[in-house]
T-cell receptor
Framework: GDSVTQMEGPVTLSEEAFLTINCTYTATGYPSLFWYVQYPGEGLQLLLKATKADDKGSNKGFEATYRKETTSFHLEKGSVQVSDSAVYFCAGWSSTLGRLYFGRGTQLTVWP | DVKVTQSSRYLVKRTGEKVFLECVQDMDHENMFWYRQDPGLGLRLIYF???????EKGDIPEGYSVSREKKERFSLILESASTNQTSMYLC????????????FGPGTRLTVT
């Protein structure tokens, strides 16, 4: 079935470090892909999305490129801040099931 | 701004009690969802609804039921709470069916003792 696999955490970085969180998908066809972020004590919120191959989603300095050759949608940020500390979820849309499917989440902690 | 509210942030119930978790959205969204979030397991879909009085099972519906009598309100019911239902419960809504953004509430942390 459709699924996403994202790197396990926790990820701990110093402020201004480069961030990559890996996400790969398994699906029939080419699903829309998403990154959601959950800040402490809050629900999830959409960070960025891409709807087709080679699309790049971007928001708040984060980027992810939809690569069908490697079935990947890795999240990157060039210089993380303490305020980026959160749990990040990769997700895909299943047209077969008619709903989103989520990865297990990656906890990011950024130290000053 | 879309707002999804959940009736409680924290809830403590006893084993065997009937538990109601309420969710309300204020943006006339068609679709509503209930997820359960556990460490290491991510989000798992319990039930969702694409219309009033309509419901679909998600990945882990056992031990839960739902009710959607009005478009803006989606309730999750634990008929007889058990300790393995201790978890964070997240409600979400989206405008319509398809790869659209889901808007999440802040969650209810339920503890069953």
């Amino acid at each position: 079935g459709d699924s996403v696999t994202q790197m396990e955490g926790p990820v701990t970085l110093s402020e201004e470090a480069f961030l990559t969180i890996n996400c790969t998908y398994t699906a029939t066809g080419y699903p829309s892909l998403f990154w959601y972020v959950q800040y402490p004590g809050e629900g999830l919120q959409l960070l960025l999305k891409a709807t087709k191959a080679d699309d790049k989603g971007s928001n708040k300095g984060f980027e992810a490129t939809y690569r069908k050759e490697t079935t990947s949608f890795h999240l990157e940020k060039g210089s993380v801040q303490v305020s980026d500390s959160a749990v990040y979820f990769c997700a895909g849309w299943s047209s077969t099931l008619g709903r989103l499917y989520f990865g297990r989440g990656t906890q990011l902690t950024v130290w000053p | 701004d879309v707002k999804v509210t959940q009736s409680s942030r924290y809830l403590v119930k006893r084993t065997g009690e009937k538990v109601f978790l309420e969710c309300v959205q204020d943006m006339d969204h068609e679709n509503m969802f209930w997820y359960r979030q556990d460490p290491g397991l991510g989000l798992r879909l319990i039930y969702f609804s694409y219309d009033v009085k309509m419901k679909e099972k998600g990945d882990i519906p056992e031990g839960y039921s739902v009710s959607r009598e009005k478009k803006e309100r989606f309730s999750l019911i634990l008929e007889s709470a058990s300790t393995n239902q201790t978890s964070m419960y997240l409600c979400a809504s989206s405008l319509q069916s398809g790869p659209y953004e889901q808007y999440f509430g802040p969650g209810t942390r339920l503890t069953v003792t």
